[in-house]
């Protein structure tokens, strides 16, 4: 895959995986913060007030983090932490007895898993291309991934 494409599906693909932390946080959990906090306390969450603080920061910090690919794995760390703790607490599917109510959480917790699953892998792998990281050369360069710039594929053909 040429760089100019792997470049442009990573932002992409960073802009997708984060938007549901970012908007969630902005267009929820802080105009609703009271009520949050409130449902937050009746899940069992100890201090819910400091509790949800953290998670709105982790979640627009930890977002922007990975979408611009400054250190993406601190970002996809904090994340990954809140996903841990928003899963365990609040996606309890193993705890309702309502056919109807186990199946939705199942599925908010099997969705945790997965998000869970790309933060892990942004924390092994990277933001990847077009990143921040990259650019300042925590990363890997596209040519040793493989990928040629236009004067190294020139020179390779004359080269043959």
Sequence with gaps: MCCVMKGGLSVL?????????????????VPNFESMAGYMASEG??????MLVGAIVFMVVGGA??????????????????????????????TFVDAGERQMQTIAFMKNLALLGAMLFIVANGAGAWSVDRLIG??????????????QKEKSVVDQ
């Design 13 to 29: 693909g960073r802009l997708f995986l984060v938007l549901i932390f970012v908007m969630s946080a902005l267009g929820n959990k």
């Design 45 to 50: 969450m100890p201090m819910p007030k400091v």
């Design 65 to 94: 983090l990975v979408f611009v690919g400054f250190k993406a794995r601190i970002g996809a760390g904090l994340l990954a932490v809140f996903l841990v703790l928003a899963t365990y607490y609040f996606h309890d599917f193993w």
């Design 138 to 151: 925590r990363g890997k360069s596209c040519a040793s991934e493989g990928c040629k710039t236009k004067d």
